[in-house]
């Protein structure tokens, strides 16, 4: 696997796999994000996006979207494996993708000492 792309298999994309993690999740949260996660029952860690209509229109939820898949592919060391995880974009922010970088890092550091 070419690790300069998050491949389908990393993501999460039906309608059954995104309400099994709504319904049975671990969250945590910081103010931009709100990660909620479960077990996958497999070695893999996969991603789910979720933007609100309200943070504006397609052409910002989809830059998000792709903001946040970046930094879950090039933050896999940080990130617990065997997880499935849903990223809800919580606000719309202008901020420069180190900072970003730092609060998603932070979010998965949290959930890797509750998991442990």
């Known amino acids: 696997m070419n690790d300069r792309t998050l491949s389908r298999d990393d993501r999460i994309r039906t309608r059954s796999d995104f309400k099994r993690i709504f319904d049975t999740n671990t969250t945590h949260a910081n103010d931009v994000y709100r990660v909620l996660a479960t077990d996958s029952g497999t070695t893999r860690s996969r991603l789910g996006v979720v933007v609100k209509k309200a943070l504006g229109n ?10 946040v898949r970046e930094l879950f592919r090039t933050n896999r060391d940080v990130i617990p494996g065997g997880y499935d995880y849903i990223v809800i974009i919580r606000r719309r922010i ?5 900072v970003r970088q730092e609060k998603f890092v932070a979010l998965f550091k949290r959930y890797q000492r509750t998991s442990a």
């Open 58 to 67: 397609a052409v910002q939820r989809n830059r998000e979207k792709r903001l």
């Open 94 to 98: 202008e901020i420069a993708f180190s």
